[in-house]
């Protein structure tokens, strides 16, 4: 399994309001390193959507937010929209496996 | 435009090796660390390895530790990943991925989709 844990599949109605999870440990989130966020559309690649825990960058709708506390992060959805439709997954850099690492991805459904 | 391009991708045998190739234009390239990462049917994204902007620092994943080797030529902006003893597992679309500081990723290609078939 991942070192980050998000859960497979969350699901909201249009301009609802919906929250992925990302929880890790002390070796990456805990230990102070950075959390983002990436947003893959299906059939593309996948596009950065949220750095350093709460950064949009530029062209990102202010929609899409992101926090952190403790070993964990959260990204939230506002106002959803059928183009939210995709996969999201979380990344960060884990200490004890020198490395960045991903978490297993999250399949938004927008109902 | 800021822009990355892989190739190199395609069908190898068991055992066999690939060496992909990412060109790079649109930026500063000696200004970036850069990253692969790949992606399986129906699976998730992994990250695979980072490699600084004087390849003085080079990471790898666990799963291709020994048997990927990144590199970079900053005079012709490419990056680079040599994959050898090529498994089933290897099946994926590979990524290259701009470092965006802090470990994130911010410009990526759109792939090139490597199969391993026996």
């Known amino acids: 399994q991942s070192v980050l844990t998000q859960p497979p599949s969350v699901s909201g109605a249009p301009g609802r309001r919906v929250t992925i999870s990302c929880t890790g440990s002390?070796?990456?989130?805990?230990?102070?390193?950075?959390l983002h966020w990436y947003q893959q559309l299906p059939g593309t690649a996948p596009k950065l959507l949220i750095y350093?825990?709460?950064n949009r960058p530029s062209g990102v709708p202010d929609r899409f937010s992101g926090s952190k506390s403790g070993t964990s992060a959260s990204l939230a959805i506002t106002g959803l929209q059928a183009e939210d439709e995709a996969d999201y997954y979380c990344?960060?850099?884990?200490?004890?496996?020198?490395?960045?690492?991903f978490g297993g991805g999250t399949k938004l459904t927008v109902l | 435009e800021v822009q990355l391009v892989e190739s190199g991708g395609g069908l190898v045998q068991p055992g066999g090796s690939l060496r992909l190739s990412c060109a790079a234009s649109?930026?500063?390239?000696?200004?970036?660390?850069m990253n692969w990462v790949r992606q399986a049917p129906g699976k998730g994204l992994e990250w695979l390895s980072f490699?600084?902007?004087?390849?003085?620092?080079?990471y790898y994943a666990d799963s291709v530790a020994g048997r990927f080797t990144i590199s970079r030529d900053n005079a012709k902006k490419s990056l680079y990943l040599q994959m050898n003893s090529l498994g089933a597992e290897d099946t994926a679309v590979y990524y290259c991925?701009?470092?965006?500081?802090?470990?994130?990723?911010?410009?990526w290609g759109k792939g090139t989709t490597v199969t391993v078939y026996s």
């Open positions: 991925a701009r470092g965006g500081g802090y470990y994130f990723m911010d410009v």
């Open positions: 649109g930026f500063t390239f000696t200004s970036y660390e």
């Open positions: 490699i600084s902007v004087s390849s003085g620092t080079i």
């Open positions: 002390s070796s990456n989130i805990g230990a102070g390193y950075d």
């Open positions: 350093g825990h709460s």
């Open positions: 990344q960060s850099y884990d200490s004890s496996l020198s490395g960045l690492v």
